[in-house]
């Protein structure tokens, strides 16, 4: 099994960034595929990246391509999202996720990822 904690949201204006940090307990963590999702305002949660085990393939929602960057460090059982260029509509409760299938399945369904933070707010204002 494996906790997640999640960290680094803010508020920050339109255009400018944020990292988020999402730091995991248990031993087995280089073995997950670790995700970010987000929940806007009375929406539904959404994905948003994913990063296989080891790290060799990423993943993104067509919304954020090109602006956030999904990360992993094993060594310290982190998964970081760099969030750069970011718009109002960004503005949601960001979610860490783990799951030790994703990558072989539907990698943007919620209902797979079977481990969850506890969600960090990220606000960006006009």
């Known amino acids: 099994q494996v906790q997640l904690v999640d960290s680094g949201g803010g508020v920050v204006q339109a255009g400018g960034s944020l990292r988020l940090s999402c730091a995991a307990s248990?031993?087995?963590?280089?073995?997950?595929?670790m995700g970010w999702f987000r929940q806007p305002p009375g929406k539904e949660r959404e994905f948003v990246s994913a990063i296989r085990s080891g790290g060799a393939s990423t993943y993104y929602a067509d919304a954020i391509k090109g602006r956030f960057t999904i990360s992993r460090d094993d060594t310290n059982n982190m998964v970081y999202l760099q969030m750069n260029s970011l718009k109002p509509e960004d503005t949601a409760i960001y979610y860490c996720?783990?799951?030790?299938?994703?990558?072989?399945?539907?990698?943007?369904?919620?209902?797979?990822?079977?481990?969850w933070g506890q969600g960090t707010q990220v606000t960006v204002s006009q």
């Open positions: 996720a783990a799951s030790a299938t994703a990558f072989l399945g539907e990698t943007m369904n919620p209902q797979i990822w079977g481990y």
């Open positions: 248990g031993r087995t963590f280089s073995i997950y595929d």
